[in-house]
C-alpha cells in the first residue's frame, strides 16, 4: 500500500526559444548532442587552440563559451572564464558538452564517462552515467542527455525541485543496493511458482498499482493540522500535529487512500493510511515521519503505511524516476493478501527489511513481506517492450523488488498520473507517456516473471 514521488519541474528555461522539455526533444531529434565546433577558424586560432573545440554554450550575461575536448574554456565576447580543466591538472580528452548556471556566473563541463566538472559557482550536484553525449540548463541544476537521447536532471536538493529517485534520497537504505551478488535463497523455485499461481489466480497479469500519490512540497509550504482517526493510535512520535499538505492533495484512489508528502528542504517524509481532508484540516489512521538523512527505509514497528513497514518513498515507481529513464532503487510489490506467508523464525513475522507483516498465515512456500526478487544477472532483455517495462525489467534485475505489503493482486506500487497536474506540472506525465498508449494490464505482460529468483539480502 503506499507511494512516493518526486516531480520534474523545468521551469521557464528556454532553448532556441523552446521551453527545456521541447528544446530537449529537438535537440534529440535533431541528433544535435551540442559536439560541434561553433566558432570561426580565426577565433579559434587566436586562442592557440591545441585540442579540438567539441561545444559551445551561450553565456546569459552576454557572449559565449567554447570547451575542447581537454576541458579548455575559450570565451568570447564578454564571457567570463571561470577556469578549465587543464588549469586545474586534470588531464583528459572526453569532455564533450558545456552548460552555464542559472546566473551565468559559472559552468559545467562533461566528460562522455559521465563525470560533471563545475566551476565558478556552479555546484557539483552529481556524476551521470557513461555515453553521455550532452549537458544543459534546467532550473537551478543541469540535465544529462545521453547517446540514446534518454536524460537525467540533477538538481539541488533544496530546490524545492525533484532531484532523482526517492530511495537515494535515503543514503542508509537497503533498498538502493545492487542485489545483484545475493545469493538465490533455497526455496526461490517454490516461492516463485506460488507467486505465478497468484498472479493467475488474479487478474491473469502482474498489475501496476497508480494509486500511490506523493506530493512534493517547497520550503515554504503551510503546515496543517493532522490527527489520528478515532480507533488508531498509530503515528511516529515526532510526527507532530501537522504537516506540509497542501490544498490540492487528494488521498489514492484506492480504499486506503494513501497519501504521502516529500519536502526535500527538510528531508522529511510523512506517509499515511486512509488520509481523510476534513476540510482543510486532516486525518489518518496509520502513518508517520521520517528523517531521510538517518532513516534506514524503514518506518519503527508498528508506525508507517504500509504492512511491512517499509517506505512508499523508497520504493514506489515515481515520475522522476521514469522521466530520468531509470528506476535506481527497490521495487515495491503488493502480494495476494490471503496467499502470503507469516514467517515464524522472525521477530513479528516479516522478513528483514521488513520489522513486522499484516500476512495471517502460515504457507510454505508462500512469499512474505520483506522478501526480495529479481530477475536472474545473465537475462536478457526481451524485445518489444513499452518504456515503463524496459526501466522494469533494469531495476528488479539489479535493485531487485521486495514485497511490501499484500493486497488483491499481484502488483507494483507505481505514482498516481493526476499529481503532475495538480503540481502545475503540463502536458502528459512521463509515466503516462512510457506506456506508449498500451492499456495497464498489457504493460507488463510481456516480462519474464516464471524467471524470478528469490534472493536473501545480507543482515543489517
Known amino acids: 500500500m503506499g507511494g512516493p514521488t518526486a516531480r520534474m519541474k523545468t521551469g521557464a528555461l528556454l532553448i532556441d526559444g523552446k521551453p527545456a522539455r521541447t528544446a530537449i526533444a529537438s535537440v534529440i531529434a535533431a541528433g544535435l548532442v551540442l559536439a560541434v565546433a561553433c566558432s570561426s577558424p580565426l577565433a579559434v586560432a587566436a586562442v592557440n587552440v591545441t585540442s579540438p573545440i567539441v561545444a559551445t554554450a551561450v553565456a546569459p550575461h552576454g557572449g559565449y ?3 575542447a575536448s581537454n576541458g579548455n574554456v575559450y570565451p568570447f565576447g564578454g564571457a567570463k572564464s571561470y577556469g578549465s580543466l587543464p588549469h586545474e591538472g586534470v588531464k583528459i580528452r572526453t569532455i564533450v558538452s558545456i552548460s552555464s548556471t542559472e546566473d551565468g556566473d559559472g559552468y559545467w563541463l562533461l566528460s562522455s564517462t559521465g563525470t560533471v566538472y563545475p566551476f565558478g559557482d556552479a555546484s557539483q550536484l552529481g556524476n551521470a552515467a557513461s555515453h553521455a553525449s550532452a549537458i544543459i540548463p534546467d532550473g537551478a541544476g543541469y540535465r544529462v542527455i545521453y547517446t540514446d537521447g534518454k536524460s537525467k536532471a540533477f538538481l539541488p536538493v533544496n530546490s524545492g525541485l525533484p532531484t532523482g529517485p526517492p530511495a537515494s534520497l535515503m543514503p542508509h537504505s537497503i533498498l538502493n543496493s545492487n542485489v545483484q551478488s545475493w545469493a538465490v535463497d533455497p526455496n526461490s523455485a517454490a516461492v516463485v511458482t ?30 496543517v493540522p493532522v490527527s489520528v482517526s478515532s480507533g488508531c493510535k498509530n503515528f511516529t512520535v515526532d510526527t507532530g500535529t501537522k504537516a506540509p499538505i497542501p490544498s490540492y492533495a487528494v488521498p489514492g484512489d484506492s480504499s486506503d487512500k494513501i497519501l504521502t508528502v516529500y519536502q526535500p528542504s527538510s ?6 493510511w486512509e488520509a481523510t481532508d476534513n476540510g482543510g484540516s486532516w486525518s489518518a489512521c496509520w502513518g508517520g515521519k521520517l528523517n531521510m538523512a538517518t532513516s534506514d527505509g524503514v518506518f519503527p514497528r508498528p508506525y508507517g ?7 512508499n518513498l523508497a520504493t514506489e515507481i515515481t515520475e522522476a524516476d521514469v522521466a530520468s529513464g531509470t528506476i535506481d532503487h527497490a521495487i515495491g510489490i503488493e502480494v495476494v493478501g490471503n496467499q502470503c506467508d507469516w514467517d515464524n523464525k522472525a521477530a513479528n513475522g516479516g522478513l528483514y527489511p521488513a520489522d513486522r507483516t499484516d500476512c495471517g498465515y502460515q504457507i510454505p512456500g508462500a512469499p512474505m513481506e520483506g ?54 506540472n503540463h502536458g502528459t506525465d512521463p509515466i503516462t507517456t512510457s506506456l506508449r498508449g498500451l492499456a495497464v494490464y498489457k504493460v507488463l ?14 543482515q543489517a
Open 65 to 67: 563559451w567554447e570547451v
Open 194 to 223: 506460488n507467486v505465478v499461481a497468484q498472479y493467475h489466480y488474479a487478474y491473469g497479469v502482474v498489475v501496476v498499482n497508480f494509486n500511490r500519490p506523493v506530493y512534493e512540497v517547497p520550503a515554504d509550504q503551510p503546515m
Open 267 to 272: 528531508g522529511r517524509d510523512w506517509e499515511f
Open 445 to 458: 505482460a510481456d516480462l519474464p516473471w516464471s524467471s524470478l529468483q528469490v534472493v536473501d539480502p545480507p
Open 371 to 424: 522478501q526480495w526478487f529479481r530477475f536472474p544477472t545473465d537475462m536478457a532483455m526481451p524485445s518489444g517492450l513499452a518504456p515503463f517495462a524496459e526501466m522494469v525489467f533494469k531495476a528488479v534485475q539489479t535493485y531487485g523488488m521486495v514485497v511490501v505489503d499484500q493486497g488483491g493482486a499481484v502488483g507494483l506500487e507505481a505514482d498516481q498520473p493526476i499529481v503532475w497536474r495538480a503540481e502545475g
Open 305 to 311: 503505511e504500509t504492512g511491512s513497514g517499509i517506505s
